[in-house]
Nanobody, 123 residues
Framework: QVQLVESGGGLVQPGGSLRLSCTASGSDFSTYAMGWYRQAPGKQRELVSS?????????KTADSVKGRFTISRDNDKNTVYLQMHSLKPEDTAVYYC???????????????WGEGTLVTVSS
């Protein structure tokens, strides 16, 4: 199993920046595909950005944040990041980290979630 702990959320003014971190337990972090999702009040959880396992650097990013948010990972630190720039009030949400095991893993098909970190964009 994997445990995920997010950090870095907070209150920021419109136009500001934040960097979220998600640190995973365990020794197989590099084999997991990782993603950042968010859920605003009254809305469904949505994908913000994801990054493939390993060091391929292959990412997928929602159109609503493209050009403003960047996902990255440091496999030596078991951590995935979400760098957010030019934040808007509509980016206000709880941001969650997700880990997906690889095909060959015993827990393939499971997905692991952190408890979330709140980002509030307001003046």
């Amino acid at each position: 199993q994997v445990q995920l702990v997010e950090s870095g959320g907070g209150l920021v003014q419109p136009g500001g920046s934040l960097r979220l971190s998600c640190t995973a337990s365990g020794s197989d972090f590099s084999t997991y595909a990782m993603g950042w999702y968010r859920q605003a009040p009254g809305k469904q959880r949505e994908l913000v950005s994801s990054i493939a396992s390993g060091n391929s650097g292959i990412t997928k990013t929602a159109d609503s944040v493209k050009g403003r948010f960047t996902i990255s990972r440091d496999n030596d630190k078991n951590t995935v990041y979400l760098q957010m720039h030019s934040l808007k009030p509509e980016d206000t949400a709880v941001y969650y980290c997700r880990a997906d095991p690889p095909l060959w893993a015993a827990d393939y098909g499971m997905d692991y979630w952190g408890e979330g970190t709140l980002v509030t964009v307001s003046s």
